[in-house]
């Protein structure tokens, strides 16, 4: 929704991309766990059961009485605008704005989130990986408004600052990608109070690089959270991506 928003869609059209977004799944409820939650690779057979979840999804959509936008976006939101998605190996011009908007989010979903979180990329990375090596496989301009919306550094991103605190990037400035708002691990401090320092005030310290969650230790990882502390939202006042 803050894509589309951000991509200037009307209100009728952003809820729509929302409803489209909270059930493009739907079909899944028809897929064993065994198979959807697999952490090894999938098998031929498993793969071409998986990517039936886009039609049962359609079906059981159908009897919700859902709008057609909606069912379009469960049916495409795995093609790709360059015709390498499924289920039905269609290209841009065939795809509707919504299910290209939602394609594009839940490939970074997806590659944040996979089924192994072993394999779970940063969202820096994430976000690298989509503009770097599949842009041809998104609507352009969507991956282009997405990558200034998320920042250099989106919302859940774990960082090594210039004074060797740990933190999680929680906010975008989006006139200033690398500095963003962060949320520091200070052991001597309470999490529930822990800081949070704006970097675009604080000139004096900078992101040095990136981390992996699972490279912090235990305690850090529980003081940070990263995965219960981070959602989306975008502020219209003050125009950043927060989490």
Do not use: W
Request: hydrophobic content about 40%.
């Amino acid at each position: 929704m803050m894509l589309a928003k951000e991509l200037k869609a009307p209100p009728p059209v952003i809820k729509m991309v929302g409803m489209g977004a909270l059930f493009h799944d739907l079909g899944e409820l028809e897929i064993p766990d065994r198979v959807t939650r697999k952490q090894e690779p999938l098998t031929k057979a498993e793969t071409s059961l998986m990517q039936m979840h886009c039609e049962y999804g359609v079906n059981i959509a159908r009897k919700m009485d859902v709008p057609n936008e909606v069912l379009q976006v469960i049916a495409q939101h795995h093609e790709r605008t360059d015709g390498s998605g499924y289920p039905a190996g269609i290209k841009a011009a065939q795809m509707s704005l919504l299910s290209r908007i939602v394609s594009l989010v839940n490939a970074y979903d997806e590659l944040c989130n996979p089924p192994n979180l072993a394999k779970s990329m940063t969202p820096h990375e994430a976000l690298s990986m989509l503009f770097a090596q599949q842009r041809n496989q998104f609507d352009a301009l969507a991956l282009n408004t997405f990558v200034r919306c998320m920042g250099v550094y989106p919302p859940g991103t774990i960082v090594v600052l210039s004074n060797g605190a740990q933190a999680m990037v929680v906010s975008v400035n989006t006139t200033k990608p690398l500095r963003p708002v962060v949320l520091i691990h200070d052991p001597d401090i309470p999490r529930e109070e822990a800081i949070i320092v704006d970097l675009e005030v604080e000139q004096d310290v900078s992101i040095t690089r990136t981390m992996r969650p699972q490279q912090l230790s235990a305690e850090a990882f529980a003081y940070l959270s990263p995965r219960k502390r981070t959602t989306y939202y975008f502020d219209t006042d003050t125009g950043k991506v927060a989490g």
